[in-house]
């Protein structure tokens, strides 16, 4: 049996969305699904946390779509990236994880719309799948992390596999503060 | 009781996927498999250890690993799992003597009645070269049989 703790192998970057300072002395990062409930749960939850903890935390957010049990969960995921080539990643990202019931594929162009993108380019990318290979990246990246659900946390970068109601996220993040 | 180690030779079996149809393991001879012993179908979460399986399959296949899932639940259970989640590998009934073959591979849990979550990567001859059990309660997620297959390519390969 060889002993090893799933961590981060892929590290944080400039490719990555981020919010919060770039310089924070802790890191969130998520492994999500726009279609996977738990995730729509974890979502205001993450919220709170960033609130809370201010200027100390950057959250990371990865793509795992798991496309077999969530059909749309691919596309959803191409559509926050094509709303980020246009700078507007995490407006799409709070939209389509408040409108889980709404993720197909005319939905998604009623968010572009909503967030007053251009809409043609945004269809255009939807449709010719311009974003797939960054989504794939971002999966295989998780699945070499050890995901092993959705969604999936890390705390810098070691996977965190306790719960993640907000005072045992919060109580987990503020630990490793301490211990820094 | 502890999992069989690599350098192990991995004990025959004989198990039904569904009523009808029986899986060997000397079916595999000269492929690689990987064996994926989990306590129960129907985990109450999305993306549970199966799906995740699921979703790695392509990465598994270009790594020319095939891939059985096994626990105690009966082959009617089975199924039914299988077409929820559409998983499209074969999922093994390990039912009859109960958790026979878990326990020829060191993976039995007395205290559940079920496998534990462990792992098996098995080379062409058929010999255990990579085996783990996660941690109760833990999916072990996909990273360290990626990493097993790789290392029977003799290193990383991206």
């Known amino acids: ?180 | 009781m502890s999992a069989l180690p690599a350098g192990t030779k991995a004990p025959d079996f004989s198990l039904h996927t569904t009523p009808d149809q029986a899986v060997s393991l000397h079916e595999f001879r000269g492929r690689r498999l990987i064996l994926a012993f989990y306590p129960a179908d129907w985990s109450p979460v999305c993306g549970d250890q199966m799906s995740l399986y699921q979703e790695v399959l392509p990465e598994f296949q270009r790594l020319r690993a095939e891939l059985l899932g096994i626990s105690v639940d009966g082959v009617w259970c089975h199924l039914a799992f299988a077409k929820d989640r559409k998983l499209r590998f074969p999922l093994l009934s390990d039912f009859e003597p109960k958790g026979e073959v878990a326990r020829a591979y060191g993976v039995y849990h007395k205290g559940s009645g079920t496998s534990e979550r462990a792992l098996f990567v098995l080379d062409e001859s058929g010999t255990i070269r990579w085996s783990y059990v996660s941690p109760i309660g833990v999916n072990p997620g996909a990273d360290g049989i990626l990493e097993a297959l790789e290392s029977l390519n003799g290193g990383p390969k991206s």
Do not use: K
């Open chain 1, 1 to 180: 049996m060889s002993p090893y703790a799933p961590h981060l192998v892929l590290p944080v970057d400039e490719h990555d969305h981020i919010r919060g300072p770039l310089t924070a002395p802790i890191t969130l990062l998520e492994y999500g699904d726009y279609e996977c409930p738990h995730c729509g749960a974890a979502h205001p939850i993450v919220e709170d946390i960033r609130r809370r903890m201010g200027r100390r935390l950057r959250f990371v957010y990865r793509h795992f779509p798991l496309t077999t049990a969530h059909p749309n969960a691919e596309l959803a995921a191409e559509a926050a990236e094509a709303a980020g080539a246009q700078g507007r990643f995490w407006e799409m990202h709070d939209r389509l994880f408040e409108h889980q019931d709404a993720l197909g594929e005319e939905d998604l162009v009623a968010h572009a719309e909503a967030l007053g993108l251009d809409l043609e380019r945004f269809a255009r990318e939807l449709a010719d799948g311009t974003h797939a290979p960054r989504v794939r990246q971002d999966f295989i990246s998780g699945v070499r992390s050890g995901v092993n659900g959705t969604p999936t946390f890390y705390i810098n970068d070691a996977r965190y596999d306790g719960a993640y109601d907000v005072a045992s996220l919060l109580g987990a993040l503020e630990a490793v503060l301490r211990a820094a």
